[in-house]
């Protein structure tokens, strides 16, 4: 509930029509998918706050990416977020675009504003 809030609140989508729950992947699950026009633009795969974000996390969400056709996955835990690009070739791999610790942000920076608005849903835009 929490990352959902915070991609309503934070990064400009809107819970109901942009972000889906439990998004269905071949009889399993990712946790979130974030929609632009109704097309997944990144699903979203969701450790708890207190748990650690690593590299592992990621490959089961790649995982469901490749199966989608999705070029986008985020990995997070409420306070670090981490955008992979999803590279399809063999093997499926990804590339890590983005890592950010949303409570060291400092709003006086460009830097890391820039990297904040690129998780938003008109940075998204620019992207797609």
């Given at each position: 509930?929490?990352?959902?809030?915070?991609?309503?609140?934070?990064?400009?989508?809107?819970?109901?029509?942009?972000?889906?729950?439990?998004?269905?992947?071949?009889?399993?699950?990712?946790?979130?998918?974030?929609?632009?026009?109704?097309?997944?633009?990144?699903?979203?795969e969701v450790?708890?706050?207190?748990?650690?974000?690593?590299?592992?996390?990621?490959?089961?969400?790649?995982?469901?990416?490749?199966?989608?056709?999705?070029?986008?996955?985020?990995?997070?835990?409420?306070?670090?977020?981490?955008?992979?690009?999803?590279?399809?070739?063999?093997?499926?791999d990804q590339?890590?675009?983005?890592?950010?610790?949303?409570?060291?942000?400092?709003?006086?920076?460009?830097?890391?504003?820039?990297?904040?608005?690129?998780?938003?849903?008109?940075?998204?835009?620019?992207?797609?």
């Open positions: 509930m929490i990352v959902t809030d915070m991609l309503a609140e934070v990064f400009g989508y809107d819970k109901y029509a942009d972000v889906t729950a439990e998004y269905a992947i071949r009889g399993t699950y990712c946790d979130l998918a974030t929609k632009l026009d109704g097309t997944v633009q990144a699903l979203v450790k708890a706050i207190g748990l650690e974000v690593k590299d592992q996390h990621v490959k089961q969400a790649v995982d469901y990416a490749a199966n989608q056709g999705v070029d986008w996955v985020v990995l997070t835990n409420g306070t670090h977020w981490r955008i992979y690009n999803v590279v399809f070739g063999k093997p499926i590339e890590l675009v983005i890592d950010i610790e949303i409570c060291s942000l400092n709003p006086k920076n460009a830097a890391d504003l820039e990297s904040l608005y690129l998780f938003c849903k008109e940075g998204g835009r620019s992207q797609s």
